[in-house]
């Protein structure tokens, strides 16, 4: 307790305090402006789709499914954006089995969960359908039996780069199988000629075609909407990997130079 020389208490004075100034806020990226806008397009586009398959699209006759056809306008963009997955999980496990780079590791990490997220939906979709043309959920058909295990092997990846470690051996592995699943696409696309089956053949080469103008703007609205939506996924997906590879990194240095003790 302070006090003065004749003893008598003197309150303390308190310190001038001068205001910190606050730090300048951090602007965004432009390409977070670019994500944002990409997201509503797609928005946009999907709500369009809809609107223009139960508006303006006929319906297929009993026999084709009735009502339940109109998922073929999902079912089949979405197979398309399963092998863009596939397709980038093999250029980025490829790149990265020549030369390792964080870079190429996000690459091929993102192809393979798309690949997984739209191979479900295709798998979900033609069941559906299948249910209501044919009476039966799965008859083994030859192009949905071997997508499954297409995605199996996807879906292998995926987990094994969650679950099994984030060394350099098993990033080669995954990069290894990577490349090895995407053997398996044209199996899948070529199917139907190779092997027959009930899966119908309608765009492709000797299909019977779709007739009404309506129904191909309809699938082209579908592409574009899968395709804009796979993009997103694999955009968000490479900077939430590319984000912490950086931290990851950053922990590294500060552990080697001493700054903080390894957790």
Same mark, same amino acid.
Not at 7 to 26: D, E, I, R, S
Not at 49 to 75: C, E, M, S, V, W
Not at 136 to 165: C, E, K, N, Q
């Given at each position: 307790?302070?006090?003065?020389?004749?003893?008598?208490?003197?309150?303390?004075?308190?310190?001038?305090?001068?205001?910190?100034?606050?730090?300048?806020?951090?602007?965004?990226?432009?390409?977070?402006?670019?994500?944002?806008?990409?997201?509503?397009?797609?928005?946009?586009?999907?709500?369009?789709?809809?609107?223009?398959?139960?508006?303006?699209?006929?319906?297929?006759?009993?026999?084709?499914?009735?009502?339940?056809?109109?998922?073929?306008?999902?079912?089949?963009?979405?197979?398309?954006?399963?092998?863009?997955?596939?397709?980038?999980?093999? !250029? *980025?496990?490829?790149?990265?089995? &020549?030369?390792?780079?964080?870079?190429?590791?996000? @690459?091929? +990490?993102?192809?393979? #969960? %798309?690949?997984?997220?739209?191979?479900?939906?295709?798998?979900?979709?033609?069941?559906?359908?299948?249910?209501?043309?044919?009476?039966?959920?799965?008859?083994?058909?030859?192009?949905?039996?071997?997508?499954?295990?297409?995605?199996?092997?996807?879906?292998?990846?995926?987990?094994?780069?969650?679950?099994?470690?984030?060394?350099?051996?098993?990033?080669?592995?995954?990069?290894?199988?990577?490349?090895?699943?995407?053997?398996?696409?044209?199996?899948?696309?070529?199917?139907?000629?190779?092997?027959?089956?009930?899966?119908?053949?309608?765009?492709?080469?000797?299909?019977?075609?779709?007739?009404?103008?309506?129904?191909?703007?309809? !699938? *082209?609205?579908?592409?574009?909407? &899968?395709?804009?939506?796979?993009?997103?996924?694999? @955009?968000? +997906?490479?900077?939430? #990997? %590319?984000?912490?590879?950086?931290?990851?990194?950053?922990?590294?240095?500060?552990?080697?130079?001493?700054?903080?003790?390894?957790?």
């Amino acid at each position: 307790m302070a006090t003065d020389s004749e003893g008598v208490y003197k309150p303390p004075t308190a310190l001038p305090t001068q205001a910190q100034p606050l730090p300048p806020a951090t602007k965004a990226s432009p390409w977070s402006h670019v994500f944002s806008g990409l997201c509503v397009v797609t928005l946009g586009v999907f709500l369009y789709l809809i609107y223009f398959i139960f508006n303006r699209t006929p319906d297929a006759q009993a026999a084709a499914g009735g009502l339940a056809q109109k998922i073929f306008y999902f079912h089949v963009p979405a197979a398309y954006a399963m092998y863009l997955g596939g397709v980038a999980c093999f !250029l *980025g496990s490829a790149a990265y089995l &020549m030369r390792a780079t964080d870079a190429r590791n996000a @690459w091929a +990490r993102a192809g393979a #969960e %798309t690949a997984v997220v739209f191979g479900m939906l295709v798998l979900v979709s033609g069941p559906l359908w299948a249910k209501k043309a044919w009476g039966v959920y799965w008859t083994w058909d030859p192009r949905l039996t071997t997508l499954m295990l297409s995605v199996l092997i996807y879906l292998a990846i995926a987990v094994l780069r969650a679950f099994g470690g984030d060394g350099e051996a098993e990033r080669k592995f995954a990069a290894a199988l990577g490349v090895l699943g995407t053997v398996t696409l044209p199996i899948v696309h070529y199917a139907v000629r190779k092997w027959g089956g009930n899966h119908p053949t309608v765009i492709t080469k000797g299909g019977g075609g779709l007739g009404d103008p309506a129904m191909y703007q309809a !699938l *082209g609205i579908g592409f574009l909407a &899968m395709t804009l939506l796979w993009i997103l996924l694999l @955009w968000m +997906r490479i900077a939430v #990997e %590319t984000s912490e590879a950086r931290a990851r990194h950053a922990e590294e240095r500060l552990i080697t130079s001493g700054h903080i003790d390894e957790l």
